[in-house]
């Protein structure tokens, strides 16, 4: 089987799906790797060290038309899927909930699309290939780090001669992988840290880190299938925002991570919470994304200064400003998935597995995720982008 690695299409993407640890991996349980020319190089990795670690280095129309399975981050571009081919194997984070046309044009060029983002990830054997986890790790610490170099102010309590400085005062909102990274980070600088979720069983979490958990009264709890939250109802959404802005205001820095899988990430500060909010505070918004994100106006890889002062960031792709340590992650996840799904270094599929039933999207020109499968085989309604 030849696994071919592609450089990303998105332009702000700088990590690369397998690093050369992978390469040598991968060509040890018998795969043959290629990989294209300068698919590292926005995470410093260079040809030289691909082929050292086994790889045949190749331009990328070379690369598309000898390739079996093609491994990347995000979703392929134009150009990729206009070269798939039938029988091809397609493994990334593709975003299948919300790209109904990715979906549908890889069943129609009969590849087998498998995405890393629908891993059943309690099931104890799929831990190593956790890409989100890794990579919203990643993101959460970023986040905690970026906040404290754009305050203005001190992370931790200082006693100098020059006079005392008061710890800063974190609220970390959703408190899944990431938000739990950001609470971690943010109490080693030495800021006093409070975390939020709708999720009952974030409380012990949040706590287990030295940080206060923050209790809403006017929502309950919200806990939805496989340990994600529920969508919550636009009364309840409301509700939400007009207590969450109380606490807001009285906090130096605010992080948000909260999702919901497919959905448009809700929001959680509000226009008139950051209004609260004293001048030189700082915002950093982890949901934001093209479907909108967790504060209102914030918009992704955009930094916004509101009237009042506040510095919002609309910091949706971080893992992709860490690409070295990303890339390593990822690389781990989506290599041991490959070997997941191989037999005698052919694809030996077999979707009784419920691990391999969660992250298959299409097969043999279907859709055949349950998920996103119609009876008819075509693709389903998939608009992810809801009220
Ligand atoms: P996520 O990225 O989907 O969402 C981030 C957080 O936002 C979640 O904690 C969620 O509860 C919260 N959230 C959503 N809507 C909210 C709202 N309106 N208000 C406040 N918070 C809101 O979540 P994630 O980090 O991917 O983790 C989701 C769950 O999966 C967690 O329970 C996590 O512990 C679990 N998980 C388990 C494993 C495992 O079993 N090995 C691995 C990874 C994650």
Redesign the pocket.
């Known amino acids: 089987m030849k696994v071919a690695v592609i450089k990303e299409a998105a332009p702000w993407e700088r990590r690369v799906a397998l690093v050369p640890e992978g390469v040598a991996k991968l060509c040890g349980a018998g795969l043959e790797v290629l990989t294209e020319a300068g698919a590292g190089d926005r995470s410093w990795l260079a040809d030289e060290a691909y082929a050292e670690a086994g790889a045949t280095v190749l331009a990328r129309d070379e690369l598309l038309a000898a390739a079996d399975a093609l491994l990347m981050v995000g979703p392929p571009d134009a150009r990729v899927t206009a070269a798939l081919r039938p029988g091809q194997l397609v493994i990334g984070l593709l975003a299948p909930l919300t790209s109904p046309d990715l979906v549908a044009t890889a069943a129609k060029a009969g590849v087998t699309a498998v995405s890393l983002d629908l891993l059943p ?2 099931l ?1 054997r ?2 190593p290939m ?1 890409a ?2 890794s990579q ?1 790790s990643i993101a959460g610490y970023k986040a905690a780090v970026l906040a404290a170099g754009e305050f203005g102010r001190f992370f931790p309590l200082l006693i100098t001669a020059a006079g005392t400085a008061r710890p800063a005062k974190v609220l970390v ?7 739990l990274q950001a609470i971690g980070t943010a109490r080693r600088l030495g800021a006093v840290v409070t975390g ?4 009952p ?2 409380r012990a ?1 949040v706590e287990s880190l030295g940080a206060t958990f923050l209790e809403l009264t006017s ?1 309950g709890p ?2 939805g299938e ?4 529920r ?2 109802t636009g009364e309840e ?1 409301q509700a ?1 925002q007009d207590e969450l802005a109380g606490h807001i205001g009285r906090h130096d820095v605010v992080i948000t ?5 497919g959905r448009r ?2 929001v ?1 500060v509000s226009a008139d919470a950051l209004k609260e909010m004293a001048a030189g505070s700082v915002v950093v918004d982890m949901g934001a994304s093209d479907l909108g994100g967790n504060v209102a106006g914030s918009a992704v890889d955009q930094t916004i200064v509101t009237e009042n002062g506040v510095t919002v960031i609309g910091a949706g792709r971080l893992p992709s400003s860490m690409p070295a340590a990303a890339s390593a992650m990822y690389s781990r996840n989506i290599s041991s998935l490959l070997l997941y799904l191989v037999k005698d270094g052919e694809l030996a599929l077999d979707l009784s597995d419920d691990l391999q039933a969660g992250v298959v999207v299409t097969r043999d020109g279907s859709v055949v995720h349950p998920a996103l499968a119609t009876p008819a085989g075509g693709a389903a309604d998939v608009d992810g982008a809801a009220d």
């Open positions: 990830r309690t104890p799929a831990q956790d989100l986890s919203a909102l959703g408190a899944g992988v990431a938000g939020y979720d709708v999720r069983a974030a979490e929502v919200a806990a496989g340990g994600y939250a969508e919550l959404r939400q991570t909260a999702q919901v899988p990430p809700p959680l």
